[in-house]
């Protein structure tokens, strides 16, 4: 068997595997992201639900290590496949980011079901859109986290939080509340630079689209002729 | 007759009836919008003032809800009109989103006097523009009666809630005056989500006509020759 | 003579007209602005002095005036012409936007030397770019005159009203100086829309001029080849 | 020897030349800022320290000179080469601005590897990105320079400083800590304009990029069919 038949079988197995875990293992976002909410939202929950929390954090954790050495392993490559899934090495690192990972399983089930049904602007407005929901989610739980009980922390609850998140995300960023910790801060940068990429893809793709609505709209014909 | 015909029947009458009351449907949006407007900014009326006012509001969301009955009637189609007409369902629960909809008379009107007179870009501007207007003004005036009377609330005018609109829909946002109730936060998140696209389209489409312009001028030629 | 030769006899001396005046009215733009600046920004000056930045002032102004009224009459159209110079009319009456109009300066002075020298991004770029600086500067000049003897205010010197103004075009807009006086925040949201879609311009263009110079290093050839 | 063989002739030097020494001199900026860098966050550093540091600066600088000096000299053109070349001229002027010019370094290395890996739009991120990175340092750098003793100062340390970088090349502009000298205000004008034309380039692209991903993914074939 030459190197260019096991790369084609070893790309078919690896298509494979990617068919089979993507769903579970997007449930297995949503589960670690529900842990960590219950951790860190449930401040007053006795000792043994966080413990049961944590270990439903690592156990997800190390599903995600597990299919990351998988697909490694079945890639048949050796460290480039580091550089070249960039994506899938970054929410390895910070399982927090997974949601971006999303557009894979959006691509898996588009496929699966045949034709799409939006238009590619919408598709990319809802996806880009959910992504911006989950990773704002996620980052409003992260930098509650860390300010919460710091002095001179304006973050005191869960809500300002949020508040907090989506004047970030929008850039409007009116500066009532601000995480004042270092952790806090460098979380914040993170949300800042994942957020605008997204929203700047939400409002491209929706003025592209209603471009698109307008410039249809001066081909059609009157219905009543 | 066949399920086919039936279906075209179907539309042609949706099509019709869509002529006949969109105009008075826009009207009533902004009927809506003056008695939302007369009730919130008039806190010394007469109590009667205010039963009149919620009167109107109440009649003009029966009839907007009676229109979206009847075209979910005459579409002939079942629980999935909820879902392929997202933004009216959407205008119909949030009646101040109603704005939004000005596309379609905008459209029809456009249908109706033939050919467009405006560039497309400059279509896409004065509609974004026109929709953002009118839903800032809703929402300055959905947060002013949350903000109104909340302790330590900075928005106390109506002045300072146009104000704060402006400064969040550029996605400026100085932080001088900004919403301190969770309602107020809630309505704020929503009229940044709705402006920021809005106002993305504007600048968008003035970008491009910008360009244009300048591409076209290259090709003139100098009027002397 | 039928109509529609006088139509082309009329377009062909406004032509003209619009060739003449164009630079002068540009230099009288200047003018303007440079009286206005004179007169806001030197408040311990004398009474003379103020009366002759108060002349210039209105005399540019009627010289504006008369331009326009000679191009409406040359037009030979209705009161149609008023909305299909939208833009020369919002100049007339706010003439501390006229820097907007140096778009046609621009364009005839391209048209005279014959093929543009710059990228159509470069272009917009520079005449975007150019028209942000003009209209910052009267904007910071505008809101300083308003704020400068307001009580708690915090645009307190000119130096205040720059920063302000860079932080607003910008949408940065820290919120450590704003405007507090209800003209001040008028003027404010002018500033905002106008430096929005200008700057969406810039970055736009900016953009679309970096992806050009990408894509055409990857058609080159290596030189040494 | 014609004019056309010796410009010919000229335009080979200066290719020759420019292949030669963008590797040293992209290593040269970089020392230039580290040296900048210690300079600024070392107070406590012996004099002797700052010394060198400064030696370093100007020796830089001045290698950037003869290296301006040279390309104008092996360019055979006149004063016109100042205008052509702005960006050179400006990052001469300002060495600080020097990571801009990765771009030629990015093309001639992309250039001798042949065939560039990444796509069209992900070269753009890359490069804007980093661009946006090393500007950004040295912004930080130097507004932490000119506010760190000022009276009334809020960007105390220099994690203040990066942080408020990071608000404002995202235009999310909080507020908590801002500039309040001159110089500290001219400087944060500077990072405002390249950071935003710089970071629109990367949305910008992103959004294209994810376009083009959604875009293909509608084109594919199930991998099982």
Redesign the interface.
């Known amino acids: 068997m030459d190197a260019h038949s096991r790369t084609a079988r070893d790309d ?1 197995r690896l ?1 494979r595997w990617e ?1 089979h875990v993507e769903l579970p293992l997007a449930l297995g976002s949503l589960i670690y992201l529900a842990a960590y909410a219950v951790h860190v939202l449930s401040p007053g929950m006795a000792a043994i639900g966080h413990d049961i929390c944590l270990g439903v954090l690592y156990t997800t954790w190390a599903v995600f290590g597990v299919d990351y050495a998988v697909r490694w392993r079945l890639s048949g490559r050796g460290p480039s496949f580091v550089r070249t899934h960039g994506l899938d090495t970054v929410v390895l690192i910070l399982p927090l980011l997974r949601p971006l990972r999303i ?1 894979k399983v959006y ?1 898996a089930m ?3 079901r045949g034709v ?1 049904r939006l238009s ?2 919408a ?2 407005v809802v ?2 859109g959910l992504a911006t929901l989950l990773l704002g989610f996620a980052g409003a739980l992260a930098v509650y986290q860390q300010e919460r009980g710091a002095p001179g922390a304006n973050i005191r609850t869960f ?1 300002d939080s949020l ?1 907090w998140t ?3 995300l ?7 509340v ?1 995480p004042v910790t ?1 952790w806090g ?1 460098v979380i ?2 993170g949300v ?2 994942c957020g ?2 997204l ?10 689209w ?2 698109q ?3 249809r ?2 081909d ?1 014909q ?3 002729s």
């Open positions: 078919s298509a068919d557009v691509q588009a496929r699966r799409p590619l602007y598709r990319v996806y880009a809500g508040w989506a004047t970030t929008t850039t409007v960023g009116y500066g009532d601000v270092s801060r914040a940068v800042m630079a605008l990429a929203l700047g893809a939400v409002t491209g793709s929706f003025s592209s209603l471009l609505v307008f410039s709209e001066g059609e009157p219905p009543g």
